[in-house]
Structures are given as C-alpha cells and as structure tokens.
T-cell receptor, first 116, second 115 residues
C-alpha cells in the first residue's frame, strides 16, 4: 500500500521563476493539505483540497495556488519565487477533512525547494 | 498568537532511559485534538499519538504515552526505553477548524539518543 508520494525530491530555482510541486495521496484518501516548513520551524499550513476545491487556506499570498485532480492527486504552484520561499514543502493526505487519532494526516517525504 | 509552544529546542537522553518532551497549547475551543509527530532527517512526518480533548484517559501507543493535563493546557510526550532510532525532531500539533480541519504545529524539539 503506497503512502503519500511527492515529486520532485529536490528543486533549485531562481528568483522570479515559477514552480510546480506534485503529490499523490495515500491510497483511499481524498483530502490533500499542503504545508511549508522553513528551516528550523514547524510546518505551516498553506491550503487544503477536497473534492477538487480549495476548502481552506492559511496565511499565504496569492502567489501560492493549487489544484486537485479527479484521482485526488494535487499540485502546488508558486509564482514569482522569492528567496524566502526556500523551504521543505510537505503534502499530507487524509480520508475526509475531520482529523482524529483514527484519521490522522499522513505526510509525504516532502520537496526541498531552494530559491537562489 | 502562537497556539502550540514547545520550549525545549533540544533534549538529550541515554539509550533505554525515558524522556519527556513538553508541549503547551492555547485554545478557546471545548473540542480539540492534539497530535505528536516524529520527523527523521529524511523529512517525512510520522504520526505517533493522538489525544482528544474529551478523552478521559491519557493516550498510549507502545513506548509512547501522552501526559494530558487539560487544566494546565499541556500535552507532554513521554518516550519510554529510548532507542537510538528515536533520534529525530518531534512536533506537537493541534487540530484547528470546524468542518475542514488542519494542523497547527509547534517549533519542535530535537531529541538525541546516545548509546
């Protein structure tokens, strides 16, 4: 049973460029959340997708956008990259949007983005 | 306002000993959930244990237990019989939101287990 997968593993971009990160949720999961983890910090919630719609969003600018496909996979797009966007981007999936001990979020290994 | 506070940037423990990682939280909700995740150097967040606000008993999962003190708003993780493989970052998180829920994380504690 495959867990959450993310691609690419690492990415190097320059300021002003655009980037797309991809995530496939754990088998059977239908909800995908994205988090940004800066070095030395805890993950910060970016947004969440359920039924192909953005259901809630954290305190991130419009440069961050996403999409969920009918197969529940998801993409995170970041436009006009800034140096401060350098971080580990984590994708998490769950079954539905209510979290508990028997329905926790499963995280992928992340994509390490470096902006030069 | 910070909702999850982890005051220990780093902790050291010898193999086979127990260690407690501190977590305090702030919420005005009556219904909430607290999670602990482990993050090895590979980056993946691994779920360890969950405590619901209405759970009367402290949660336990193998060598992990959660010392839940509701009045003090603390949810400390206790790892018994530490192993070398326990060396990692540990994050406390709280469920937030009504219909659609997300996790709010603390800044983490780095645990190093020595032989």
């Amino acid at each position: 049973d495959a867990g959450v997968t993310q691609s690419p593993t690492h990415l190097i971009k320059t300021r002003g460029q655009q980037v797309t990160l991809r995530c496939s949720p754990k088998s059977g999961h239908d909800t995908v959340s994205w988090y940004q983890q800066a070095l030395g910090q805890g993950p910060q919630f970016i947004f969440q997708y359920y039924e192909e719609e953005e259901r809630q969003r954290g305190n991130f600018p419009d440069r961050f956008s996403g999409h969920q496909f009918p197969n529940y996979s998801s993409e995170l797009n970041v436009n006009a990259l800034l140096l401060g966007d350098s971080a580990l981007y984590l994708c998490a999936s769950s079954l539905g949007y209510r979290l508990a001990g028997d329905n926790e979020q499963f995280f992928g290994p992340g994509t390490r983005l470096t902006v030069l | 306002a910070q909702k999850i506070t982890q005051t220990q940037p780093g902790m050291f423990v010898q193999e086979k000993e127990a260690v407690t990682l501190d977590c305090t939280y702030d919420t005005s909700d009556q219904s909430y959930g607290l999670f602990w995740y482990k993050q090895p150097s590979s980056g993946e967040m691994i779920f360890l244990i969950y405590q619901g606000s209405y759970d009367e008993q402290n949660a336990t999962e193998g060598r992990y237990s959660l010392n839940f003190q509701k009045a003090r708003k603390s949810a400390n993780l206790v790892i018994s019989a530490s192993q070398l493989g326990d060396s990692a970052m540990y994050f406390c998180a709280m469920r937030e939101g009504g219909s659609f829920q997300k996790l709010v994380f603390g800044t983490g504690t780095r645990l190093l287990v020595s032989p």
